[in-house]
């Protein structure tokens, strides 16, 4: 069984909403607020919730953390006001959703880069929280909001702040860096508690912080098991790995040795174990073992709260996992989120121009001659001083245009979306009155274009990464992502981006931070294996079940797209101009809306 847990505010009025909660959910748990009233319900595995008391306050940690009843208690007695636990919120280590019930009131967050979401909704009398937005979507019987849906059809899943709200329109997503305070009456407000750090530390302190940060991030994970298991590819993984085998703990690591002749994940992997003295026990799978893009896809039993490209993929998401659990591993280390931190965004380029201008001459002419990137191009984004609103509106103008060349520089305020061919006029109209709608008043995750870019992509990524923690839950693994962790972001962030993001180095960030705990060897590695073989492939082995999938579409009901045009695309090798995320996109709501719709089924 899947985790979820909801959050009712210490009111009267709430009681109708936790009784259709029991009424809905089988072995609903239960932890009370100090007044005795229910405060959070749901399903948790042992040992991810901790709780404190004191007096009229009571907080909880649920997820990934190190965090004692005692140190809750501790913080609960210093604590008199619901803005009193910023100090603890900025001190957890591990990935979790923090609640708290103070005097009445109640604060709620998730995690900054939204691994740990949460959303919110009006049921009844009063607004109530959770972790999934199914959960408050079925309390409601809400219809899925065909606008909403739509959005997940473009090509990218990080634009802030459109492609972040659920696809029920009666429940909203709390934004990033926010938290959300239920009165005692019930009535909702959110407040900005977070923002990302100033980018001004050097390497030589940047790194030891970094190393800091990770280290306590894979410790607290491991505190209380004997076994762990854990990627082991490209570098990112390989750090976490290695950091994993520091511990004495049994370390199962695995690597997917695919079919593209120029990867080289398995050949690094063995090198990295060889280099911890064997230490870790290591399996390759072999890549005729390795399931296709696309193989499981028309599955309808996974239970997601939103359309995942993760379903385009699931036979081959879910293959390692399923060997862990057979090893006994109940949480599982992923490197995840590393490309968006480590390699960082060349948008910083812009802000450094104006603050440092000789440094990014050279880092400007040295990206240009390696992507490479046109001449003039680079120079009108660098010039270019447009606001995020701005840009926002001018992506949602373009949204069927031709999509840009390649070696397009990406110095503004991100990667303007497209929508698929194969979607109707009406769908165009739709997503292109949202992104508009959004653009009025949207605000940057950061000030800068570059933490803006790097926030939203892992805000993106993160999502994605949830979804297969959704898929996996019913093997009983937890995917562990550590670089999504609050405290190894800010560490992340906060190192000048001259030192971190570089054409002449590969991540120095974490090769610097993990000298000592990597094997050397294993630093040197500056490439990272591609995808895109994989999917190739997949394409042309799965081409019969993309086919039956076009049949009877639910997206086609819904006049969201032309069926006979996606049948068209999916029959013959993807056009050049055409990324394979448009059709994963599309797949993951296909697969999506069939699998609610078996779910709606009585057994």
Request: hydrophobic share 40%.
């Amino acid at each position: 069984m899947a985790d979820w847990f909801v959050v009712l505010p210490d009111c009267a009025a709430a009681a109708p909403a936790g009784a259709a909660l029991r009424g809905r959910a089988q072995e609903v748990q239960e932890i009370a607020h100090p007044s005795g009233r229910p405060w959070l319900l749901g399903h948790w595995s042992p040992g991810t919730l901790a709780v404190g008391e004191a007096g009229r306050v009571k907080i909880a940690v649920v997820g990934e953390h190190a965090v004692t009843a005692e140190r809750l208690a501790a913080a609960a007695r210093r604590t008199d006001t619901i803005a009193g636990l910023d100090a603890l919120a900025r001190s957890l280590t591990g990935s979790a959703h923090l609640a708290a019930s103070v005097a009445g009131c109640v604060r709620a967050q998730g995690t900054v880069t939204g691994l740990r979401r949460l959303f919110h909704a009006r049921v009844g009398d009063v607004t109530v929280a959770a972790d999934r937005a199914d959960v408050l979507a079925g309390l409601l019987e809400a219809d899925v909001d065909e606008q909403r849906l739509a959005v997940h059809l473009l090509n990218t899943f990080g634009m802030h702040p459109v492609t972040g709200e659920p696809v029920w329109r009666p429940v909203t997503a709390l934004r990033p860096a926010h938290y959300l305070v239920l009165d005692q009456a019930g009535r909702p407000r959110t407040v900005a508690w977070w923002t990302a750090p100033e980018p001004v530390v050097p390497m030589a302190e940047g790194a030891p912080a970094l190393r800091e940060a990770l280290s306590a991030a894979v410790e607290a994970r491991l505190q209380g098991r004997d076994v762990v298991s854990c990627d082991l590819g490209g570098l990112d993984s390989t750090s976490l790995c290695s950091l994993a085998a520091r511990n004495g703990r049994r370390v199962i690591a695995y690597t997917s040795d695919g079919l593209d002749p120029m990867g080289e994940d398995a050949a690094w992997a063995r090198r990295t174990v060889a280099g911890l003295g064997n230490e870790v026990e290591h399996h390759v799978m072999p890549g005729d073992q390795v399931p296709p893009v696309y193989a499981g896809m028309r599955e309808t039993g996974d239970h997601l709260d939103e359309p995942s490209p993760v379903a385009a993929q699931r036979d081959r998401w879910l293959a390692i996992p399923r060997l862990a659990t057979a090893q006994g591993s109940t949480l599982h280390l992923t490197g995840f989120g590393g490309d968006e931190l480590l390699a960082g965004s060349p948008a910083h380029l812009h802000t450094l121009m104006r603050t440092h201008p000789r440094v990014a001459w050279q880092r400007v002419r040295g990206f240009a001659a390696q992507r490479p990137w046109p001449y003039r191009e680079t120079l009108r984004q660098l010039r270019d001083g447009s606001t995020y609103r701005a840009w926002l509106a001018r992506a949602g103008d373009g949204l069927t245009d031709p999509p840009p060349p390649l070696e397009t520089p990406t110095l503004g305020w991100g990667t303007p979306p497209r929508l698929p061919p194969w979607v109707t006029p009406d769908t165009v109209r739709a997503v292109r009155e949202l992104i508009r709608a959004a653009a009025r008043t949207a605000e940057p995750l950061a000030g800068t274009r570059g933490q803006h870019v790097e926030l939203e992509a892992m805000g993106g990524s993160a999502r994605m990464v949830r979804q297969l923690g959704q898929m996996t839950a019913p093997l009983g693994l937890a995917v562990a992502a550590p670089y999504y962790d609050d405290r190894v972001v800010e560490a992340g962030l906060a190192v000048r981006p001259q030192d971190r993001i570089t054409p002449w180095r590969y991540k120095p960030l974490i090769v610097e931070a993990m000298r000592g705990i990597v094997p050397g060897e294993s630093l040197t590695r500056h490439t990272k294996d591609s995808g895109d073989h994989a999917v190739e492939t997949g394409l042309r082995e799965q081409r019969g079940e993309l086919l039956a999938l076009c049949e009877d579409s639910r997206l086609a009901r819904m006049g969201l797209i032309d069926a006979d045009a996606l049948r068209e695309v999916c029959s013959r090798p993807l056009p050049p101009d055409l990324q394979f995320d448009a059709l994963f996109q599309t797949v993951a709501c296909e697969v999506w809306l069939r699998a609610q719709e078996a779910a709606a089924i009585p057994a």
